[in-house]
């Protein structure tokens, strides 16, 4: 591959669910510093991503929603991600290894 | 709900494993179901799904999934949002029902398969909501086309299309036979979920949900972006298989599995959702081109996710590249050409603004597959319908069991020859689109030799009488089923703006 384009991460929420997606968006900000966050909203699916590796912590996006929110129940808005996913208690991380 | 943390008993509850003693391993998880690959039980025990779900969150969420969904189906089922629908997204969103509803019952096979025979129980675990998810995907695609039945009989093809011989779903058994009802658990974990499902199913389920929105189909929109959300997480399901293939020294198999089905994906998605988005969705509400949702969900997406794991893009990828200029402009040619054969009305889509859109999109294309229709739409309106219909059939590749539009390709200057590639094999010979159709069947010929292709049954005289009404009735289709244009070619009389649907 000769083709070096920055390797985006991050969730892909479904356009139905446009305030989680907004709330997304919100703490992937606050839990990625210093990481450009890129959003495309494509209607039907809004891409949030940043390069290489996505944070997003339970507490974030309490914190942006203004009410509990178990990550579990991402899910039915969850439609679906760019890169590899780790999902833990209080946190997602999307990321990728490779560097090439 | 338990007060510990969901890590805190998780893994506990999930590994029930143990190591049978009544029977011989082989004898519980025969390798041709299972495939083993060597790799000691105990290792498989190491399965790790990354996307990790308590039975008990999924019951709740997928409840509330079905409930949000069918509330925007019973709504929308009272308005009149249907019959305000484009005639070519109608034609878009008949062709996904058919091709895809009863598929997902199939799935469902594939998946149990993975939940019995998976070497882990972490793995029949996910599998199992795998299965349930695909038993989902089966009713809800189901239900939501019989509420149209009033309004378009053609509906029904969610139910039929699998149980007849058209040529379009001969193809789709043929790979969903070879992706998942007929393969072993550790292919089926590879090729279905990481392969087809983590790749190319967000091409038709978020690429067509954004065209959703645009046409205003929230009802579809809703419908097939939820439905994602299940393959987001039971497609996890290939990571872990993959890193203990290749954990063990198996990369070149892992490898081989991959570019075996992508290709296979590729074809059918560039026949189902190329014609779709290029041709079907009205040009107002195109979001993307279709190569520009491949060049996001796979060119990129896709191919960061698969080297991570060490894998390399396939040994035909500029192949690959160079067909997505060029492969389903030269299907839809086809399909339209051969619209009788279809259960949906292809709708030609090459007014002058739509042309102008196409040759933005695709540079050239005016000059190469602008030409077949400028004929097509001088025959359309000196009034000569019957030199736009078909006399003949096409040959059909014995792989993808997709028409050869080979000569397509080649005058559009992207293949060095017209012709098929041809392949003598036990006393029979095999015709290919492509180096990599041919190569699937090379790999594993037994797998494949004995099926014949609807052209092979049409010569072998099973298909009685060998004339294109023969033809059409043993597809299935009755004259008022038989596809025609959408939009009664509005397109060849088109004069610089698209003209209102079905003037």
């Known amino acids: ?100 | 709900m338990p007060r510990l943390a969901r890590s805190e008993w998780y893994d506990l509850a999930r590994d029930m494993n143990w190591k049978v003693s009544y029977v011989e391993e082989s004898d519980a998880w025969p390798d041709e179901l299972s495939t083993a690959k060597g790799i000691p039980m105990e290792a498989w025990w190491g399965w790790d799904e990354p996307y990790k779900v308590s039975y008990r969150e999924y019951v709740h969420n997928q409840a509330g999934k079905d409930a949000s969904v069918y509330a925007v189906n019973s709504v929308v089922a009272r308005s009149k949002m249907f019959s305000q629908l484009d005639e070519g997204w109608k034609s878009a969103i008949l062709a996904h029902y058919g091709a895809i509803a009863a598929a997902e019952y199939l799935a469902s096979i594939g998946e149990s398969r993975m939940g019995r025979f998976g070497r882990a129980a972490a793995w029949r675990n996910m599998a199992l909501y795998g299965t349930l998810d695909e038993i989902r995907h089966g009713q809800i695609q189901t239900y939501f086309p019989y509420g149209l039945l009033d309004r378009e009989p053609r509906a029904d093809w969610a139910h039929k299309t699998f149980h007849t011989n058209e040529w379009g779903a001969i193809a789709a058994r043929h790979l969903f036979d070879d992706m998942f009802t007929a393969n072993d658990a550790v292919s089926t974990a590879i090729q279905l979920t990481f392969t087809f499902e983590t790749g190319f199913t967000n091409l038709q389920f978020l690429g067509m949900a954004a065209d959703a929105m645009e046409v205003g189909d929230i009802d579809f929109g809703a419908l097939i972006s939820s439905i994602q959300t299940d393959e987001a997480r039971h497609s996890q399901q290939g990571e872990p298989t993959m890193k203990l293939l290749i954990e063990h020294g198996h990369k070149d198999y892992a490898q081989k599995l991959v570019d075996h089905m992508f290709w296979r994906s590729w074809h059918v998605f560039a026949l189902l959702t190329g014609l779709s988005m290029d041709y079907y969705t009205p040009l107002e509400h195109r979001s993307h081109s279709f190569k520009e949702f491949m060049d996001e969900w796979i060119v990129k997406q896709f191919l960061d996710q698969f080297r991570d794991f060490g894998l390399e893009p396939s040994w035909y990828w500029e192949d690959f590249l160079k067909e997505t200029n060029w492969y389903h402009h030269a299907l839809h040619l086809g399909v339209w050409f051969w619209r009788p054969t279809v259960w949906w009305n292809p709708d030609g889509g090459v007014s002058p603004a739509e042309r102008e859109w196409l040759e933005e999109k695709y540079p050239g294309w005016n000059d190469t597959f602008g030409r077949y229709w400028d004929v097509i739409a001088e025959n359309v309106r000196n009034g000569r319908p019957e030199l736009t219909l078909p006399e003949t059939f096409p040959m059909v590749c014995n792989m993808c069991q997709i028409p050869l539009c080979n000569p397509a390709g080649h005058a559009a200057g992207h293949l060095d020859s017209p012709v098929p590639l041809v392949h003598d094999h036990a006393g029979r010979r095999y015709t290919f689109c492509s180096q990599p159709c041919k190569w699937i069947f090379e790999q594993n010929p037994g797998r494949f030799q004995g099926h014949m292709s609807i052209i092979d049954r049409f010569l072998a005289g099973q298909i009685q009488p060998p004339t294109v009404p023969g033809a059409l009735a043993y597809m299935g289709l009755s004259p008022e089923e038989m596809g025609r244009d959408a939009t009664d070619c509005s397109w060849a009389f088109a004069n610089g703006t698209v003209l209102t649907r079905g003037a």
Not at chain 1, 75 to 85: C, I, K, Q, T, V
Request: glycine share 8%; proline share 6%; hydrophobic share 40%.
């Open chain 1, 1 to 100: 591959m000769t083709d070096r384009h920055v390797k985006m991460v991050g969730p892909v929420v479904r356009g139905m669910d446009a305030d989680l997606a907004e709330a997304v968006i919100e703490a992937v900000e606050i839990d990625n510093p210093g990481a450009q966050v890129h959003v495309d909203d494509r209607g039907g699916y809004i891409r949030v991503s940043v390069p290489q590796r996505c944070r997003l912590t339970q507490t974030s996006l309490e914190e942006a929603l203004g009410r509990p929110f178990p990550l579990a129940q991402l899910e039915p808005s969850l439609s679906a991600f760019a890169g590899r996913m780790n999902l833990t208690d209080d946190e997602i991380v999307w990321y990728l290894d490779r560097e090439d």
